[in-house]
C-alpha cells in the first residue's frame, strides 16, 4: 500500500515538473489536423505524369496537404462522382462530363476552369512502316485500331469525330479495338498488340516505342480541353479551391508545357 502512494506522489511531482517546464503532456486529442487537409483528385489518365510532378512543387509551400490522385477516363471518374465516390477535385479530358456533374449541381459554383489543352495523333509502333495518314488506316496490312470507347473516353470521342470527318469510320469501324483510356491505346500500340492507335500528342510523347504519322486536323473534332472543378461533396473545399488555383500557376505551366501540354 505504501509503495502504491509512493508511486502515485512520484507521477504527480513528474506531472506538475513537464507543466512548470512547458512540456507536452500526451493526450488523445489530435496534434494537428492534417487529416483534414487529405485531397483526392479525380483525374484524366493522360495527365498522370504532369500531375505527379506537380504535386511535390505544390507541397514544398504546403507540406500539410496529402495528394492523392485517382487517374482514369474521364466518363469512369464522372460516373464514380455521381455515384457518391469521395473526390475532392474532378479533371476531365472534355467539357462533357464536366457539364454533367454541373447539371446535376455536384461542383462548386465558381470553381471551374480550364488548366490546359491537347492534340490527337495517329501512332504506330516505331518500327512500322508504310503507315502515313488516317487513309493508310484502310490498308488491308492494317488489321487492328485501337481508339478509346467513345461513350467514356474523350480520346475515343475525339477519334470517332476525325474518322467521320474523314469519311473512313464505316470502312475501319471493323478494325477497331476499344480501350478503357487512352493509356490503354498507348499500350496496345506499345506492345503490337494494335497496329495503329490514336492518343493525344502528350501520351506519344512519354513513349519510346511509338512514332506519330500524323496530327489530326483540330477543325475536325471538338475542342481537347481539360476543365477542372471542385466537388461539391468534398470536405476540404478551401484546401481543393487552392490547389485548383496552383494548377493554373506558372510553376504548374511550366510543367505541362514540358509534357507537351498546350496552355489555355
Known amino acids: 500500500m505504501k509503495r502504491r502512494k509512493l508511486l502515485v506522489l512520484i507521477a504527480t511531482a513528474l506531472a506538475t ?3 512548470v517546464m512547458g512540456l507536452p503532456i500526451l493526450t488523445s486529442s489530435p496534434v ?3 487529416s483534414n487537409n487529405n ?14 510532378e506537380i504535386k511535390p512543387l505544390y507541397q514544398q509551400s504546403k507540406p500539410n496537404v496529402k495528394i492523392n490522385y485517382n487517374f482514369g477516363s474521364s466518363g469512369a471518374l464522372q460516373q464514380q462522382i455521381e455515384q ?5 477535385i474532378f479533371i476531365s479530358a472534355a467539357k462533357k462530363q464536366v457539364d454533367a456533374l454541373e447539371q446535376k449541381g455536384l461542383l462548386v459554383a465558381g470553381t471551374r476552369n480550364i488548366i490546359a489543352k491537347n492534340r490527337l495523333v495517329l501512332v504506330v509502333p516505331k518500327n512500322v512502316v508504310g503507315i502515313t495518314s488516317f487513309y493508310s488506316l484502310k490498308d488491308a ?9 467513345p461513350r467514356s473516353v474523350p480520346a475515343g470521342q475525339y477519334a ?17 479495338v476499344f480501350a478503357n483510356n487512352v493509356r490503354q491505346v498507348l499500350a496496345s500500340v506499345e506492345s503490337g498488340n494494335a497496329d495503329a492507335g490514336l492518343v493525344y500528342i502528350t501520351d506519344a510523347k512519354i513513349s519510346d516505342k511509338v512514332k506519330v504519322v500524323v496530327t489530326a486536323d483540330e477543325k475536325y473534332h471538338s475542342p481537347i480541353i481539360y476543365p477542372l472543378a471542385v466537388v461539391k461533396r468534398s470536405k476540404n473545399v478551401d484546401a481543393a479551391k487552392e490547389f485548383s488555383q496552383f494548377l493554373s500557376s506558372n510553376q504548374a505551366k511550366t ?3 514540358k509534357y507537351g501540354f498546350i496552355l489555355p
Open 39 to 52: 485531397l483526392l483528385i479525380s483525374a484524366a489518365a493522360s495527365l498522370k505524369e504532369a500531375l505527379e
Open 160 to 176: 470517332q469525330q476525325v474518322l467521320e470527318k474523314l469519311k473512313i469510320w464505316s470502312e475501319i469501324k471493323s478494325k477497331l
Open 84 to 88: 457518391g465516390a469521395p473526390a475532392d
Open 32 to 34: 494537428s489536423a492534417q
Open 141 to 149: 496490312k492494317v488489321k487492328k485500331i485501337a481508339i478509346g470507347e
Open 17 to 19: 515538473l513537464l507543466l
Open 255 to 257: 510543367v505541362f508545357k
